[in-house]
Nanobody
């Protein structure tokens, strides 16, 4: 089992920044990668970013490229999502997820554990 707890969401004005955190516990040594996804009301879940625990290779969705940065602190079993230049269309619930057995870091279906989500609201 892997437990994931997100934090850092909130209300921010357009152009502002937020840093989300995802603290992992449990069988974290088995995790191959960690990802961030988001889901806005009435929309499908969207891949935001992912990072491999080993090596730190990062992957970004189109909406995140150039504005968001994913990073990890292996000692703290924590993954971060630094979000800059936020736009109203970034408003969504952001979820952290752990991938243990799958191979497609871009697909939510390959992730095995999910956090409860944290709300990010960007006002115009």
């Amino acid at each position: 089992q892997v437990q994931l707890v997100e934090s850092g969401g909130g209300l921010v004005q357009a152009g502002g920044s937020l840093r989300l955190s995802c603290a992992a516990s449990g069988r974290t040594f088995s995790s191959y990668a960690m990802g961030w996804f988001r889901q806005a009301p009435g929309k499908e879940r969207e891949f935001v970013a992912a990072i491999r625990w080993s090596g730190g290779t990062t992957y970004y969705g189109d909406s995140a490229k150039g504005r968001f940065t994913i990073s990890r602190d292996n000692a703290k079993n924590t993954v971060y999502l630094q979000m800059n230049s936020l736009k109203p269309e970034d408003t969504a619930v952001y979820y952290c997820a752990a991938l243990l057995y799958g191979s497609n870091l871009y697909s939510g279906r390959d992730y095995d554990y999910w956090g409860q989500g944290t709300q990010v609201t960007v006002s115009s």
